[in-house]
């Protein structure tokens, strides 16, 4: 009995899943993790987002929609480089539904109520990465201001 409790508490961790290779819309959701990230907190209110987010653009229960976040927060601290994410979701996607991806950029960073300039930067910096127009990007941001 006692080596039945012994090899209880000695027993290997399962082999961890091994991470998907990001497609476009693994791009996409690995990119909202990586915005709701970069101030340093990652808020109910931002995780709740990217569900609905992800729910509405892929046609996911919330259940789906949590797993996919689940998988993309596994690659957001896996996957070194954001441009490589952003152009998956560039070639992957009409300029159209970029467009949407940017509005849901800001929706993620600014859901937890603050406008964090690091959040800025990044969904900046990712609007760019994705091909989207400058003239484009401002209308993105104001919309989702309130201007």
Do not use: N
């Not at 569900?51 to 509405?56: S, Y």
């Not at 998956?88 to 993620?108: N, Q």
């Amino acid at each position: 009995m006692f080596e039945r409790l012994k090899s209880f508490f000695h027993r290997k961790a399962p082999p961890a899943t091994p991470l998907p290779e990001p497609d476009a819309r693994l791009a996409l959701g690995t990119i909202l993790v990586r915005v709701a990230l970069v101030d340093d907190s990652y808020l109910f209110e931002e995780v709740k987002q990217i569900d609905r987010i992800l729910a509405a653009a892929y046609d996911l229960t919330p259940l789906e929609a949590a797993k996919m976040r689940a998988t993309c927060e596994r690659l957001a601290f896996e996957l070194p480089k954001q441009a490589d994410l952003a152009a998956k979701v560039r070639e992957g996607v009409s300029y159209e539904h970029r467009l949407e991806k940017a509005d849901a950029l800001w929706r993620v960073a600014l859901a937890d109520g603050i406008a964090d300039a690091r959040e800025t930067e990044l969904v900046e910096l990712i609007e760019t990465q994705l091909g989207i127009t400058p003239e484009d990007q401002e209308t993105a941001r104001r919309a989702a201001m309130g201007q």
